[in-house]
T-cell receptor, first 115, second 115 residues
Framework: GAVVSQHPSRVICKSGTSVKIECRSL??????MFWYRQFPKQSLMLMAT?????????EQGVEKDKFLINHASLTLSTLTVTSAHPEDSSFYIC???????????FGPGTRLTVT | AQSVTQLDSHVSVSEGTPVLLRCNYS??????LFWYVQHPNKGLQLLLK??????LVKGINGFEAEFKKSETSFHLTKPSAHMSDAAEYFC?????????????FGKGTKLSVKP
């Protein structure tokens, strides 16, 4: 079956530093990937839609300069949290949409803790 | 606009008894609807999906859901709960129909299973 990986699975960083999270589709190609964040005991909120070879589309209220998204290939999208602050601590989940069958598959998530 | 409402934030059942997790949706289009399960600190797993075929959808682990257009509902059921079913469940509607579109998540229902 289709597998999406995320790396790292958990990361702790200091306030003011930047963190990069990778999302990879392992056995299929994805022209579109999605980034979500999930606060404790809450639902997933879509942050942005990442399209291969073009700029990401951000949801209202999401700072594009703070959450940098790069989708340079059909199997990799990265989310960089710049100048992280404690309020950015969250569970970040990506999904990738298979360009042939158009199904979305979710990664296992990355838990970010900013101290 | 598409939206989804999960009517119960928390459901508690005894092992071996039926499970009912309720979901109502609002959609301007013929919707695609999904149920996902999330175990603690884990990614999302697709339980089942409705994409305008049979209204009674069977999923994994004995779960099923029935699409009722007249009631705008897509409730998730299982005849007999197992301890391993304890998790967070999300009802999801797809924008523009099909899994091609962006996904809108409900707030989630936490299922507890008592021995």
């Amino acid at each position: 079956g289709a597998v999406v990986s995320q790396h790292p699975s958990r990361v702790i960083c200091k306030s003011g530093t930047s963190v990069k999270i990778e999302c990879r589709s392992l056995d299929f190609q994805a022209t579109t990937m999605f980034w979500y964040r999930q606060f404790p005991k809450q639902s997933l909120m879509l942050m942005a839609t990442s399209n291969e070879g073009s700029k990401a589309t951000y949801e209202q209220g999401v700072e594009k300069d703070k959450f940098l998204i790069n989708h340079a290939s059909l199997t990799l999208s990265t989310l960089t949290v710049t100048s992280a602050h404690p309020e950015d601590s969250s569970f970040y989940i990506c999904s990738a949409r298979d360009r042939i069958v158009h199904e979305q598959y979710f990664g296992p998530g990355t838990r970010l803790t900013v101290t | 606009a598409q939206s989804v409402t999960q009517l119960d934030s928390h459901v508690s059942v005894s092992e071996g008894t039926p499970v009912l997790l309720r979901c109502n949706y609002s959609s301007s289009y013929s919707p695609s609807l999904f149920w996902y399960v999330q175990h603690p600190n884990k990614g999302l797993q697709l339980l089942l999906k409705y994409t305008s075929a049979a209204t009674l959808v069977k999923g994994i682990n004995g779960f099923e859901a029935e699409f009722k257009k007249s009631e705008t509902s897509f409730h998730l059921t299982k005849p007999s709960a197992h301890m391993s079913d304890a998790a967070e469940y999300f009802c999801v509607v797809s924008l523009y129909g099909g899994s091609q579109g962006n996904l809108i998540f409900g707030k989630g229902t936490k299922l507890s299973v008592k021995p």
